[in-house]
Every structure is written in structure tokens, then in C-alpha cells.
């Protein structure tokens, strides 16, 4: 037989079959024996406790829900705060005919549609016993009208609540984020016990980033009711760890001073202090008053923002991807110096347009357009920036090439999410042949090397992106990952240190030399900028297309539609000597960066003195 | 064993003469299907009162034990030899299937257990409770018992690759019951008790540095939970405090059927499924209770009668790993309810509401009853 049955022997293991059954069934009742003994003691032994426990069903547990953390300013300026407001809540077992006292209750105090399904949605959740809001903010005459009439409906309750109330809401609209009603997907993610008598929840922003450490540990208690429910004693109390308060690196000041200079345009502006990597503003326009999501927005209202044109939901600051533009060329010079193709002396021609060799396309520089020529019969890297030759980077850039560029511009934090603490991040887009081909399925074209190259093409950038960079500049290659949050409960968090950009002091001393000239030199294309200030300041200006413009056609603003212009970016930090603010800033189809860079005056001017006097050429 | 003992001419024995009853040629353990039939009858009863006497809930109920009962009644059909020569493919599909949930799952609350085909959707992992004793039990029985120590090697991986797929899922509560079920045919196929020991103290010994070492503290006070529910007095713990209230208060008699103030307050959660046994016990008193662990007992009973008396080892293993695995599920659920167990969602074998776990017992006593009619057709 192939079978090793001769090995096998069936007495045996008939046997060990038996012995093994034996003990199993030993083994099994003394599990059923404790089991027994356990139900015994349950129901002979305590039944007297239970049976009491039970008949009078008088012991009832409450959750107390923790109060939620404050969100402070760096200067202490309450953002955010929890505000007492009345609800109305109803206790299913008490009511006996529900239909009823809701229709009683729309007698009393307006209830409308959406609400009353609310109520139901959340009814199917409800723990036995327990109060299910119905209605809230209820006003002062509302309460008096139901305290008379409520005796007659038992299991309607009033009860103190704290909301979340926005001192700031819109300024800080995009910044904080907002609270709002735990909806169903959110309910089955949290953790239940410790969201039992909470009914809101970071949505989106700051308010959702820290929910863990703003929303703290619920408390509860034991107490002893009528059997109206009404709660006689409480027999113990376990209470609730509010939530952590916390203090961001936001500055009120420089933040309303963003607000106001963006004015009815859309943009944003992001402010981060380099020498720390705190956040100290962050403004996309137009904001919205975060107050009205706190309850349920209304659907009108939600509409409204939701339909408008100027997608005020939407955080340009950190979701909106632009082409950088010339905001870029600094970076791209750093690129240049650090791979050895220029120096700080080396010189390229400019005409006033740029040819691939042995291709006779021409990308024209800017200047072309108004002077006719190029910037001058030679350009260096100061001069490149100071007035944003094309020429210069165009050639810079063809021989660089590609991936080169993505790998010296990648340090700057382009090309991936900062993973600043808010929510909805963008990572904006530095192209590689890798990405291209990854992300396209196409070959790359060497003519896309040269529009890159001025920040147009494929290159997108967040403008948190660009205040990132600009930091990295301003600190001479410290980086940080950018923080909003400064403090927990008065203990400062300091923001997580990247790995340093590690370049010759001498490289940066050009890049800083180069965009000093931007603001303060003769030919700068900020100069507008340098009438009657009190300090260093340093910048790029930038203008990325909207729509594209064919070969040999004219822009002419005033002809364009107010949509399709094209977009006016600022980067700039300051003060010079010690860096203190590093700025990114859009103005969307504002023409051009004439439109952004008054904006950054406005605000370094509050961040360092307090106030500002600058007039926007612009608006004179 | 079994086949060459089939093998033996026939020599005109007592048994084969007799001619053979209708419930073996249906190959029906006629006690096993009369306990089965009182313990649904009872669990129904039960069902009526813990759904708010939801009549409804009674009538699917029902359907459910129709389609487990057919599904039974097909798996005893089948010869133990046939499930012999199955088994590995059973494995080797059940494993696919497990590694397909990886990528084309569906599930809710951040696990993945279901796989979709069409509208129909099914839980491999339900499966795997048959197929993994099934799968080790094969494996041994064509090899010397008991088993030697590499066959038990063997065995391990067969049972920990499934479980360790479950697990992933994630889902404990079932890794673990399948492992049970894979290491009680170890158990029971005679496997050494240094090995029973020495694996014990293995697991004591590294439990000691994962706590200390490798568990953050979120995860330690996920474990205390689970082994204090009372200490979360508002998740688990409420569930807990609410089912011994329900149980204490029930005392010898019991408050009578629908009169259970706990249940029929609303106050027991989940009290048709996991929790029912706190409405029995409420309802009808330890009286109750005793009743029912008397029938499960005489289940029990009757699965270890029939692995003793079975022909093959593949049988007996199978016999054995299918009893304790149903006594595991009985004792979890009414420790878990009482309070002496973890709350992991183990259902009260035929009694929760529920059809998943029903037709996989169901198909397992299906193939215990084919192991206890087979030895009716051979000589001894």
C-alpha cells in the first residue's frame, strides 16, 4: 500500500481519542459550573439589589458633556468661545404620543421641516432615557411661552447648553474652520461614550484638526429621579476634562490688516513668521460667518454660499492651486547656484526672447511686449530677478532641465503638502518626467522645461505653498513644517523642524540682494512699494495667466474679461537683516502683481509698526 | 481508518441485516435534530419578547431556521470522505477569498469582512469557521497520531494563515474562534501536553513584554476596557450594568414571558442579538437558564457521544473540534452578558436573532450528523 498506513494504529487512537474526550468534557464543565454558579449569584445571591434597582428604575446615568477649549490669538484675543444658548430636547419614553406634542409644541414655538426630521434622525441613535434635542437657540420669549405651557407635556425639556460662538467669524473664516452638528457618518466614527451628550463637532479647519484636543473627556453622574424622570439627588459625579484651550500663532492684526487690503477681490494671503514657522496669517477672500454652521446652516443661506461665483467655501489659501509665475524665479536662481550652471556674476543675453536650439519658436520675455527689446544686451542674476527677466530663467532652464529642477525646487516645499494642521490641504503640482508620465500617460516636451522655468506650464503652487518657500528664503534655509497652533493650555508647541536647505551664505546673499532690488531698486518691478517705508523689505511680484495667449497677440487688460485675467502674486519678507515675516500672496485676475503687492506693504507694516499709512497707488 | 475497514467484504454482520431506518438513510442524528428543534422552538419564544413581541422579527427568524435546517439536512448528505477529499481545495478557495476581501471588501466602521458578488454579499471569514478545522483535520488524519511535532507545525500554519487574514480585518472576536476551532483538533487528535503547556507559557511569558514594550497607551486602555467594561461606564460598560440589572432581577422564577421590565423598557441594548440571554434570564428566572444550559448540555453531550463512537479519525476530530467549538460560543456569550467576559459580539448559538452564524452552525451540525450516521453503514 503507498499509504504509511502500517504506522497508523486505529486502537490507539481510539484510545487517545477517548482520554482527550474525557477531559474536554471535564474541562467543559467546569466552565458551565462557573457560568451556572455566576447566574446564581446574579439572580439568588444579589437578586434583592437588582430586583430593587430594576422595580423602581429611579437610578438613571447622565453624561456630562465636557465644555469644549477656547482658541486664543497670539495676543490673547478670544477666536473662539462656547456661549450658554437653550434647547429644546424631548425624552421619547416619556412622551406618550410623540405626533402630538410635536404638533403642540409647532403651536408654541416655530419648528420647521428640517428640523423636526433632524430630531427623528437623531431619536434613532438615542440611548433609553435619554433627552434628544429637538430645537435650538431657543429665545428668551420662546422659554417663556413653553414654561407655561409645559406642564402639560411631559418629556419636553429645556435645557442650558454651551454653543460655539465666533467673535471673528468671518475674518478667520478660513483659518479656524467651524463646529457643526454630528452628523450620521461622523457618529459612527467617534468614539461613542466620549461623544454622549455632545452634539457638535470640528467640521473643518482648526476646529476639526484638534478635535481630539479641543473636545476633552466626557464626565458623567448617577441620579436618582421621580418617575417623571425629574432628577431628585445626584448620587455620585464623575466630572468631565474640558477641552485644551489653545493659542494660535494667528495675529488678529495682521489678519484684519490682510482682510481689509484684499477688500471685495479674491485672494489670500498667508504671513509665517520664519524664524519659528508659526502661521501668523491666513486669509482667503470672500470669507463666510462660520456662526451659521454651528446649529445647521439653512439651506438658503448654504446655497447662497455654495452657488456663489466667488466660492466663498473654498480656502484659496491652502486648496487653491495657481501657477506661481515669476514669484518662482528666486527659487529657480537658488536652483542655478546650487547646480553650478551660473554664478552670481554669470551673464546671459537677452534680446527679449528665448529660442530652443534648433528650434525656431520664440518664448518672449514680458518686456518685449513694452519695450520692444530685452531688459539689457546682458542680464545677471540680480538684475533677473530685480525686474523678472524671462530670458534669463528660460535659458537657466533649458539647461537644468527638468528633473533637475524638480529636485532643487522640491526642497522649497513645492510639489507637496506643507501638512500645515488645518484641514483640506492641496499639494499643488512641481512637474517631473516622472509626473508627467505618471500623472498623463505623455512624454515630456522640452519646450514645457522652458515655461516652467517662469512658473507657468504644469507648475502649480498653493499660496500657503509660496509662504512657505519665501520663509525658507528669509531663514537662509531653516525649514519648518508651518504651524497654526502656538500653545496647548499656556505650554508653547514649537512647530516641527525639516531638514535645513543647506546652501553657501554667499548663494543666498544673491537671492536676498536680487529680491531687495525687486522693492528698492530703480528698475524694481515693486518699487511702488519702497515710497515711505521705515524698513528693509525684499519681495518678488508674479502674474500667472488665466487664459492662453497665442503667439504674437496682444494682452490688453482692459479688453479681457474681469475672469479671465490674470492673476497678480506677491511673495516678499522683511525685515531684511532678521526676517520676522515671510508673505505669499494672490489677488485672483487682479491683471497683474501690481494688484497683490500692495497688500504685502499693508501687512508688514501692522506686523512690524503697528499700523499702516501705505496708499495703494492703485486705488489713488 | 475508515476506508480500508469499508474495504472488508461484507461478513453477513447483525447490523447490515437489520434493515436501516429512515432517519439513517436521511443520515439524521435523530436526538441531535430533536434537541436542535427544542432549542429553536424556545430561542423563538424568547425572540418574541426580546423584539418588543415583534412578530415579524419572529417570521424572518423563522425563515432563517429554514434555510439553516435545508442547509443542515444537505451537509449531512455528504459522505465523510468526500469532505476529506474536499477540504484542501474548501482551504485553498476559502484562503482566496480571504485575500480577495483585502482588496474588493466592503464593511463598514473601518473593517472589511464582506465580499460583493452582484447584490448578493457573504463573509468568507463565516466560512472559514467549517473549513479551517475541516482543512487541519484532514491534514492529520492521514498521518500518524497523535501528531508529531512537525505535522503540528504544519497544522499551526494552516489554521494561523486564515486567522491571521481575519485578524486584519480587523476582527478578533472571529480569528480567535477559528484558531479555537483549528487548535481543538489538535486537542483532540492527542497532540502532546508538553506542547499544550509549553505553548501556554509561551503566550503568558510574551504577553508580559508586549504590554510592557510594544503597547502605546491607547491600545493598553483598549485592552482594560475590554477586560473592565464597567470602567466605561457610558459605552460598554453601560450595556454591562444594564444586562446584570436584567439578569438579577429575573431571580428563580423570573418576571414571566413579556414581563421583563428591563427588556421591555427599551433598556437592554441589542437585546435580540448578542444580549438575549438577559431577557430569558429576566423573563423566565435562573430557572430558565438552567433549562437551557441543560439542552445545550445534552447537545454537547451528544456531539461527544458521537465522536467517540466515530469510525475515522477524520470524523472524530471533526466531532470533537464542532462540539467545543458550539460550547465556546455558549459560554462567551452568556460570560460576556454576565458580566465575567469581555463583550466581543459572539451570538447565543440558536437563539440571537440573526442568519449568517446560524447557517454556518447549522452546516457544522449538518456534518456532525453525517459523522454520527456514518458508522451505521459499516462493520465493525
Not at chain 1, 434647547?87 to 428640523?115: K, P
Not at chain 1, 468671518?170 to 466620549?194: K, Q
Not at chain 1, 511673495?571 to 494688484?595: K, M, Q, Y
Request: neutral net charge.
Amino acid at each position: 500500500m503507498p499509504h504509511p498506513i502500517a504506522l497508523k494504529d486505529p486502537h490507539r487512537e481510539t484510545r487517545i481519542y477517548q482520554s482527550r474526550s474525557f477531559t474536554a468534557i471535564a474541562i467543559v464543565l467546569v466552565l458551565l459550573g462557573i457560568i451556572v454558579a455566576r447566574y446564581y449569584n446574579l439572580q439568588i445571591t444579589e437578586y434583592e439589589t437588582y430586583r430593587t434597582q430594576s422595580d423602581s428604575n429611579r437610578v438613571r446615568l447622565e453624561p456630562l458633556p465636557p465644555k469644549r477649549g477656547l482658541i486664543y490669538d497670539r495676543n490673547g484675543v478670544l477666536l473662539a468661545d462656547n456661549r450658554p444658548s437653550f434647547t429644546l430636547s424631548i425624552i421619547r419614553e416619556r412622551v406618550r404620543d410623540l405626533d402630538a406634542t410635536l404638533a403642540e409644541l409647532g403651536q408654541i414655538i416655530e419648528l420647521d421641516d428640517g428640523e423636526v426630521e433632524k430630531f427623528r434622525e437623531r431619536l434613532l441613535r438615542r440611548r433609553p432615557y435619554e433627552a434628544v434635542p429637538l430645537h435650538f437657540r431657543l429665545s428668551a420669549a420662546e422659554r417663556a411661552r413653553l414654561a407655561v405651557d409645559r406642564y402639560r407635556m411631559p418629556g419636553v425639556v429645556v435645557e442650558a447648553q454651551l454653543l460655539r460662538h465666533y467673535p471673528h467669524g468671518e475674518l478667520f473664516s478660513h483659518a479656524i474652520g467651524y463646529v457643526g452638528r454630528i452628523n450620521e457618518r461622523e457618529a459612527e466614527e467617534v468614539d461613542e461614550s466620549n461623544y454622549r451628550g455632545t452634539f457638535h463637532i470640528g467640521k473643518v479647519g482648526i476646529e476639526k484638526h484638534y478635535e481630539d484636543l479641543l473636545h476633552g473627556k466626557v464626565g458623567y453622574q448617577n441620579v436618582e429621579t421621580d418617575a417623571h424622570g425629574r432628577v431628585l439627588r445626584v448620587l455620585e459625579r464623575f466630572d468631565p476634562t474640558p477641552g485644551a484651550n489653545i493659542t494660535l500663532n494667528l495675529d488678529i492684526n495682521i489678519q484684519r490688516a490682510a482682510v481689509e487690503a484684499l477688500g471685495e477681490r479674491r485672494g489670500a494671503v498667508v504671513a509665517i513668521d520664519p524664524r519659528s514657522g508659526g502661521v501668523l496669517a491666513l486669509v482667503s477672500t470672500p470669507g463666510f460667518d462660520t456662526n451659521l454652521f454651528v446649529n445647521g446652516i439653512s439651506s438658503k443661506d448654504y446655497s447662497a454660499l455654495r452657488d456663489s461665483p466667488d466660492v466663498p467655501l473654498f480656502n484659496r489659501a491652502v486648496q487653491g492651486q495657481y501657477p506661481p509665475g515669476s514669484t518662482i524665479k528666486p527659487m529657480m536662481g537658488m536652483a542655478g547656484l546650487q547646480s553650478g550652471l551660473i554664478t552670481p556674476e554669470y551673464t546671459v543675453p537677452d534680446p527679449g526672447w528665448y529660442s530652443l536650439p534648433g528650434d525656431s519658436h520664440r518664448y518672449r520675455d514680458w518686456i518685449l511686449r513694452i519695450r520692444g527689446t530685452g531688459h539689457a544686451p546682458r542680464v545677471d542674476l540680480n538684475m533677473a530677478i530685480a525686474e523678472s527677466c524671462d530670458t534669463y530663467f528660460y535659458d537657466l532652464g533649458h539647461r537644468l532641465t527638468i528633473d533637475r529642477m524638480h529636485d532643487y525646487l522640491a526642497p522649497f516645499g513645492l510639489g507637496q503638502r506643507t501638512d500645515i494642521d488645518t484641514t483640506n490641504e492641496r499639494p499643488g503640482v512641481l512637474p517631473s518626467k516622472r509626473w508627467k508620465r505618471e500623472s498623463l500617460n505623455q512624454p515630456w516636451y522640452p519646450g514645457e522645461t522652458v515655461s516652467a522655468s517662469i512658473g507657468q506650464g504644469y507648475m502649480l503652487a498653493t499660496p500657503l505653498q509660496l509662504a512657505e518657500a519665501t520663509a525658507v528664503i528669509a531663514s537662509r534655509g531653516v525649514r519648518h513644517t508651518p504651524r497654526l497652533l502656538g500653545a496647548i493650555n499656556g505650554e508653547p508647541v514649537p512647530a516641527p523642524l525639516l531638514d535645513p536647505l543647506v546652501a553657501k551664505p554667499e548663494y543666498w546673499d544673491a537671492i536676498y540682494a536680487g529680491m531687495l532690488e525687486v522693492v528698492n531698486g530703480t528698475r524694481g518691478t515693486a518699487k511702488a512699494l519702497a515710497k515711505g517705508i521705515q524698513y528693509q523689505m525684499a519681495g518678488k511680484t508674479g502674474t500667472a495667466q488665466v487664459i492662453g495667449i497665442a503667439q504674437g497677440a496682444v494682452y490688453k487688460e482692459d479688453e479681457v474679461d474681469e475672469r479671465h485675467r490674470h492673476h497678480g502674486l506677491f511673495i516678499a519678507f522683511a525685515p531684511v537683516e532678521a526676517p520676522t515675516i515671510a508673505l505669499g500672496i494672490i489677488v485672483e485676475n487682479g491683471g497683474g502683481s501690481g494688484a497683490a503687492s500692495p497688500i504685502a506693504r499693508k501687512v508688514i507694516d501692522t506686523w512690524l509698526l503697528g499700523h499702516s499709512d501705505f496708499e495703494d497707488p492703485a486705488d489713488g | 481508518m475508515a476506508d480500508y475497514v469499508r474495504q472488508m467484504p461484507n461478513q453477513g454482520s447483525a447490523d447490515l441485516a437489520r434493515r436501516p431506518s429512515t432517519a439513517s438513510r436521511l443520515h439524521i442524528d435523530l436526538p441531535l435534530l430533536f434537541l436542535l428543534l427544542i432549542l429553536t422552538g424556545y430561542g423563538l419564544v424568547v425572540l418574541y419578547s426580546a423584539s418588543g413581541q415583534d412578530f415579524g422579527a419572529v417570521i424572518r427568524q423563522g425563515r432563517y431556521f429554514l434555510v439553516a435546517y435545508v442547509v443542515m439536512f444537505l451537509a449531512a448528505q455528504l459522505s465523510l470522505q468526500r469532505y476529506a477529499r474536499w477540504a484542501p481545495w474548501f482551504y485553498v478557495a476559502g484562503v482566496c477569498t480571504l485575500v480577495a476581501v483585502i482588496f474588493f471588501g466592503v464593511g463598514a466602521k473601518g473593517a472589511q469582512r464582506w465580499l460583493q458578488i452582484g447584490g448578493f454579499r457573504f463573509q468568507p471569514s463565516e466560512i472559514m469557521k467549517l473549513v479551517v478545522p475541516m482543512a487541519v483535520a484532514c491534514f492529520l488524519a492521514e498521518r500518524t497520531l497523535p501528531p508529531r511535532f512537525q505535522h503540528v507545525i504544519v497544522a499551526l500554519v494552516i489554521l494561523g494563515l486564515p486567522a491571521a487574514l481575519i485578524l486584519r480585518q480587523p476582527d478578533l472576536g472571529t480569528a480567535l474562534l477559528i484558531a479555537a476551532s483549528g487548535l481543538f483538533v489538535l486537542f483532540m487528535a492527542g497532540i502532546g501536553w508538553r506542547y499544550i503547556f509549553g505553548a501556554a507559557l509561551a503566550v503568558v511569558a510574551s504577553a508580559w513584554p508586549a504590554w510592557m514594550f510594544m503597547l502605546q497607551d491607547y491600545q493598553k486602555q483598549r485592552i482594560l476596557t475590554l477586560l473592565n467594561p464597567e470602567s466605561d461606564k457610558l459605552g460598554a460598560g453601560w450595556n454591562i450594568i444594564q444586562s446584570k440589572t436584567a439578569i438579577g432581577s429575573g431571580g428563580w422564577t423570573g418576571k414571566g414571558w413579556l414581563s421583563g421590565t428591563q427588556s421591555q423598557l427599551d433598556f437592554l441594548p441589542e437585546s435580540h442579538t448578542d444580549f438575549i440571554i438577559a431577557v430569558l434570564a429576566e423573563e423566565f428566572g435562573l430557572r430558565g437558564v438552567l433549562t437551557l444550559m441543560f439542552l445545550y448540555s445534552l447537545v454537547l453531550w451528544r456531539g461527544f457521544v458521537i465522536g467517540m463512537s466515530a469510525q475515522s479519525s477524520f470524523g472524530r476530530m471533526m466531532a470533537g473540534s464542532l462540539t467545543l467549538t458550539f460550547f465556546v460560543y455558549v459560554f462567551v456569550n452568556m460570560g460576556m452578558v454576565a458580566g465575567l467576559l469581555p463583550v466581543v459580539g459572539v451570538p447565543l448559538p440558536l437563539v440571537s436573532a440573526g442568519g449568517t452564524a446560524l447557517v454556518t452552525l447549522m452546516a457544522g451540525f449538518g456534518v456532525l450528523m453525517a459523522v454520527s450516521t456514518e458508522k451505521r453503514m459499516v462493520v465493525r
